[in-house]
């Protein structure tokens, strides 16, 4: 086949000795082209032709000795797939013709209506076409590759994930079964130790002396703390799991931020640090889980006062509208700017102990942005070493009501901390 569309090789199939003289004929000195025509007189010299020449196009009478109609277009099609043809008819049979290029023959022409110009043009056009339909099918084939190619991907990406997704549902479920048993075990030993730690503090095995008096104290204080870590170890795990679910009601958002403060009045007046709430007169009506936004609120207000030894903390309750807003700005030692983005990560402490001696477990912080985030809303931290801290919260104030079973909060710890003095005055953030 030329590349080259100047020079053109034609296969003529042509069983009349003057039809296809004529033709060869015409197609002679045609301006700037050259064809070199070759004859067949019949289907069988055409395949043998097509056997050892790459033709650029057919012209085919459709009735030859050894085929005839519409079937010699089909036979030729078979025998050349690739071959443009155009059909040389007689004005009797171009209804042949016509189903031919139905089929897919590029043109046909009637014998008797010759010329020059008609007939250079329809083979010139029907190469042309030929290529079009051939590159057409290329880049088809080539797209139905690509798609099938994606396709295989997707399905085995899918099938993975399915099947992460099934090795996740079980281990999840494990998880849960696991969850719940070191919940029963460690907390039924705990409550019996509490239990007898209370025994002795009300005497009943007798008096104490002020040596066991004090062995008692440290005795509870770290029964307390171990409960605190126990619960908020099964906590973390219960968030991340995604089994703890969320009891939406209606409730006062500013009351419930001034209740929780007010619960760390006296430590803060012990300590002798300014503790005040800014809220506006009217109530905050919101729709959320009143118990985890007092536990975020205790995490808040109760770092605020562990890490304040001095100055004054200013919880301010903001309505933004479609939310709510409270942000806790204390004066305390503040947090390093290199620790500030790991701050509502698990088990990221920034002080070696905090003023009152008394070390948390350091997941206060990530339980309480896992509460936040459950209610659709965000947190968000700045602070300053040595000036102060502010830690922010915003969430809708109406949350869609999307998990409304219970949760089971009933160990949850009440507020952690009562602090020691010193500090300065507060950094500022933004949301
Ligand atoms: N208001 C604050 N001022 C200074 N540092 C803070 C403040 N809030 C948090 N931090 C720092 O971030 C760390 C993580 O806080 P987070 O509440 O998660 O843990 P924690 O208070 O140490 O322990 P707990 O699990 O008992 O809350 C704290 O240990 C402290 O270093
Ligand atoms: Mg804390």
């Given at each position: 086949m030329a590349n080259d569309l100047t020079q053109l090789s034609v296969l003529l199939l042509e069983d009349v000795a003057g039809d296809a003289r004529n033709v060869r004929e015409l197609l002679c000195?045609?301006?700037?082209y050259c064809f070199a025509v070759s004859v067949a007189t019949t289907l069988a010299e055409a395949a043998t032709a097509v056997g050892m020449t790459a033709f650029d196009v057919c012209l085919a009478d459709l009735n030859l000795p050894d085929s005839r109609g519409l079937e010699t277009y089909a036979r030729m099609q078979a025998l050349a797939p690739h071959l443009p043809v155009v059909v040389l008819t007689g004005y009797d049979d171009r209804h042949f013709a016509t189903l031919a290029v139905h089929r897919g023959a590029q043109d046909y022409l009637v014998k008797g209506q010759l010329t020059h110009d008609l007939l250079v043009r329809s083979v010139l056009y029907a190469i042309e076409r030929k290529r079009g339909e051939e590159e057409l099918r290329r880049l088809n084939s080539r797209l139905n590759a690509i798609v099938s190619e994606r396709t295989a991907e997707l399905e085995h990406i899918v099938k993975r994930l399915e099947l992460e997704i099934a090795e996740r549902a079980k281990a999840e479920s494990a998880k849960d079964d696991f969850l719940s048993r070191v919940s029963h075990e460690l907390r039924l030993p705990l409550s019996i130790i509490k239990e007898a730690i209370s025994l002795l503090n009300d005497r009943v095995p007798g008096e104490l002396t002020a040596r066991q008096e004090h062995i008692l104290v440290v005795a509870r204080r770290n029964v307390n703390r171990l409960g605190r870590i126990i619960n908020d170890l099964l906590n973390i795990a219960k968030i991340e799991s995604g089994t703890l679910e969320l009891h939406l009601e209606p409730f006062d958002f500013g009351a419930l931020v001034a209740d929780v403060a007010e619960d760390f009045a006296e430590g803060a007046r012990r300590k002798g640090i300014g503790l005040r709430v800014c809220r506006g007169p009217e109530p905050l009506p919101i729709q959320a889980d009143p118990q985890c936004i007092e536990e975020v609120m205790m995490n808040l207000i109760g770092n605020a006062m562990k890490f304040t030894a001095a100055g004054h903390i200013t919880i301010t309750v903001t309505d933004c509208g479609h939310e709510v807003e409270c942000v806790v700005a204390d004066t305390g030692v503040g947090i390093p700017a290199a620790g500030l983005p790991r701050?509502?990560?698990?088990?990221?402490?920034?002080?070696?102990?905090?003023a009152t001696g008394e070390r948390g477990t350091g997941l206060g912080l990530a339980i309480t942005k896992n509460l936040v985030e459950m209610h659709g809303g965000r947190i968000w931290a700045d602070s300053a070493v040595g000036v102060g801290s502010r830690f922010g919260f915003r969430i809708p104030?109406?949350?869609?009501?999307?998990a409304l079973e219970s949760a089971d909060w009933s160990g949850r710890p009440p507020v952690r901390n009562t602090m020691p003095p010193g500090g300065q005055d507060g950094a500022a953030t933004a949301p």
């Open positions: 000195g045609a301006d700037g701050v509502f990560e698990k088990f990221e402490q920034f002080h070696t102990a905090a104030k109406n949350r869609p009501n999307r």
